[in-house]
């Protein structure tokens, strides 16, 4: 079954710890990306990479960091410098790069305390 | 600056037809994308238009208009299940995604 993963469903963590949010996709896609959604906005891209070991920072970047040593994995770190961490994440990935569709795993509800 | 504007929320009967809007201003365009999703979950590719006219896909139909700026979801024979925000999406000339806050849509009995 291919698909994207992303672990865990829920995360809660205290205020000034650094969480990494997993994504593995099984679709032989080339391109990943890592969007925040916040209630009443449309989401918002953190971070995509496009080619393994290459990724380019999204239109809210600041606060986190990622790493793609591996086609199928793109994890997230949300740092303790991202002032308003809790949010819905959404993990997507496409065929190619911005010119195809892109699919989406089923989301981290991280809940900073 | 980039915009995607679609209503917040709309009602519809079971059995009815809906239409969701969505206008945009944006810089160039790729193609438009309409993405549904149940609250608490991923969003779900429904349908893609980029050249004018209308897509349809069963209950689903897509119309896209290039000069005016405007997209369309219809759905048809509107179920319990279809209940779920409804989110667009403009391609811009980057190939970036451009998206809408979503259109919840509640359907009544």
């Known amino acids: 079954d291919g698909g994207i993963t992303q672990s865990p469903k829920y995360l809660f963590r205290k205020e000034g710890q650094n969480v990494t949010l997993s994504c593995e996709q099984n679709?032989?896609?080339?391109?990943m990306y890592w969007y925040r959604q916040d209630p009443g906005q449309g989401l918002r891209l953190i971070y995509y990479?496009?080619?393994?070991?290459?990724?380019q920072k999204g239109d809210i970047a600041e606060g986190y960091s990622v790493s793609r040593e591996k086609k199928e994995s793109f994890p997230l770190t949300v740092t303790s410098a991202q002032k308003n961490p809790t949010a819905f994440y959404l993990c997507?990935?496409?065929?190619?790069?911005?010119?195809?569709?892109?699919?989406f795993g089923p989301g981290t509800r991280l809940t900073v305390l | 600056g980039q915009n995607i504007d679609q209503p917040t929320e709309m009602t519809a009967t079971e059995g009815a037809i809906v239409q969701i809007n969505c206008t945009y201003q944006?810089?160039?365009?790729?193609?438009l994308f309409w993405y549904q999703q149940h609250a608490g979950e991923a969003p779900t590719f429904l349908s893609y238009?980029?050249l004018d006219g209308l897509e349809e896909k069963g209950r689903f139909s897509s119309f896209l208009s290039r000069s005016k700026g405007y997209s369309y979801l219809l759905l048809k024979e509107l179920q319990m299940k279809d209940s779920a925000s409804y989110l667009c999406?403009?391609?811009?000339?980057?190939?970036?995604?451009?998206w809408g806050a979503g259109t919840k849509l509640i359907i009544k009995p």
């Open positions: 679709l032989n896609h080339d391109a």
């Open positions: 997507a990935s496409s065929m190619l790069g911005g010119a195809d569709t892109q699919y």
């Open positions: 944006t810089s160039g365009f790729n193609g």
């Open positions: 999406a403009v391609r811009d000339k980057d190939y970036q995604l451009i």
């Open positions: 990479s496009q080619i393994v070991n290459d990724f």
């Open positions: 238009n980029v």
